[in-house]
């Protein structure tokens, strides 16, 4: 009897725990048992292959219907359309610099050189890249059917942007569509949540028989892995967004960085971007001036889109995996990568485990070996830390720059110094 009652109690307190804490127990069991069973830790790999599929299962649907559904949140009239535009444009040019810094770094730093793992699959035989024209060419889907089923990830985000436009332009015609594209994409959410329980499981089945494959040494290039993504991160904030404040708004960026203290501690502390916009609308209306309206339409639209910090992450993940494999990238393989983390972050949903997909989708994309998941997963919370904060940063900074271009930022409030909360929930 009790003994019973003592494994309802560890059952309940596994289901209670949260979601990375179970992921960094299985990756750390997943490498003591592969180090104890060795090569046999194989028979383990299945689990992890099923967890890798069900990840690949959700990569068109979610990617489209989030898209479509980003696309279709901003209203249509004539402000809100000229607000979005620079809002959008805004926030993918970061992210096309922030995934650069993540490149540049891993490349600099080379956190995954001289693991020598490798593939378990035949490598395919090596064939030209294609030129810029071509990629750009082979974007437009012939067929979007054919896109969708073949996982053409770049001819998927184009024709969901697209179809998000029009739905748009439609007007009302259109609502009964876009709220089947909501549903699509709740539905979408939850299935994701539910697949990420499976996580734990199917990193330690990896981790084990890459630890049983490769030995333990594979584990200590990860320190290198978070420290990369960490100077990434500061480098993206300090320098990149403090010089867009101070160039393109002419406003101090020392206020902006102080201004920025709470929503990024938040954001921290939470790694949700979502559960941050509360925090992040009122820094940007009481301590940067940013009008109500401009706050109101930027800010919820950066949580959705504005994905930084996680394409700074999948630079340098994507590299060091590279690096860890052995694979050669090419010039076009670093656009391509650029491209796709760019575009895919508007559909970059805040469900837990949406990083690790999107990861999956660029590894895909390149033709990079989708099992360097398993390295990287027990280290998420981590990383996931920095980037939501970074996430944040960059919704605040774009605020204030359009708000600015609309003349919709109080000055006077922007230039005074941030109030001290005495009030701490």
Not at 56 to 74: A, D, E, H, Q, R
Not at 234 to 241: C, G, M, P, Q, T
Not at 381 to 391: G, Y
Request: proline residues 4%.
């Amino acid at each position: 009897m009790q003994q019973t009652i003592a494994n309802d109690s560890q059952a309940g307190a596994w289901r209670s725990m949260a979601l990375w804490k179970k992921i960094l127990i299985g990756m750390v069991l997943g490498g003591i048992v592969g180090a104890v069973m060795g090569p046999d830790a194989e028979v383990l790999k299945p689990i992890g292959t099923l967890f890798i599929n069900a990840i690949k299962m959700l990569i068109v649907p979610l990617v489209f219907c989030s898209l479509v559904v980003g696309v279709t949140s901003m209203q249509d009239t004539r402000k809100m359309g000229r607000i979005g535009l620079k809002s959008v444009v805004l926030y993918l040019g970061t992210t096309a610099v922030a995934i650069s810094i993540g490149l540049g770094l891993a490349t600099v730093l080379t956190p995954g050189a001289g693991l020598d793992m490798a593939v378990t699959e035949a490598a395919p035989a090596a064939k030209e890249a294609p030129t810029l024209v071509q990629t750009l060419l082979n974007m437009i889907p012939k067929n979007p059917i054919s896109a969708l089923a073949a996982g053409n990830i770049l001819q998927i985000i184009v024709f969901a942007l697209g179809l998000g436009v029009a739905l748009t332009l439609c007007g009302e015609k259109a609502e009964p569509a876009i709220k089947v594209f909501e549903s699509l994409a709740e539905a979408m959410y939850k299935l994701t949540e539910l697949v990420m329980k499976l996580a734990p499981y199917g990193v330690f089945g990896l981790m084990a028989w890459v630890a049983g494959k490769y030995g333990m040494d594979i584990l200590l290039p990860l320190i290198k892995v978070i420290a990369v993504a960490y100077i990434g991160s500061i480098i993206h904030v300090l320098v990149f967004y403090s010089g867009m404040v101070s160039v393109l708004g002419r406003l101090n960026p020392v206020r902006y960085l102080k201004g920025l203290v709470n929503p990024a501690a938040v954001a921290f502390t939470t790694t949700s971007s979502s559960g941050t916009l509360p925090a992040t609308i009122k820094a940007a209306r009481e301590e940067m001036g940013v009008s109500k309206g401009i706050s109101s339409f930027v800010l919820p639209l950066g949580a959705t889109i504005n994905m930084d910090g996680t394409a700074l992450y999948q630079g340098v993940c994507a590299l060091f995996i590279a690096q860890a494999f052995g694979i050669d990238l090419a010039f076009s393989d670093y656009l391509l990568i650029i491209m796709t983390s760019t575009l895919a972050s508007i559909g970059t949903a805040g469900v837990p485990g949406a990083g690790l997909i999107m990861l999956s989708l660029v590894l895909t994309t390149v033709g990079l070996p989708i099992e360097g998941l398993a390295i990287v997963a027990g280290i998420d919370r981590i990383l996931d830390m920095a980037r939501t904060s970074v996430n944040v940063c960059g919704d605040l900074m774009v605020s204030v720059l359009v708000g600015k271009s609309e003349d919709e930022l109080d000055e006077a409030v922007y230039s005074k110094e941030p109030r001290q909360e005495v009030e701490q929930a």
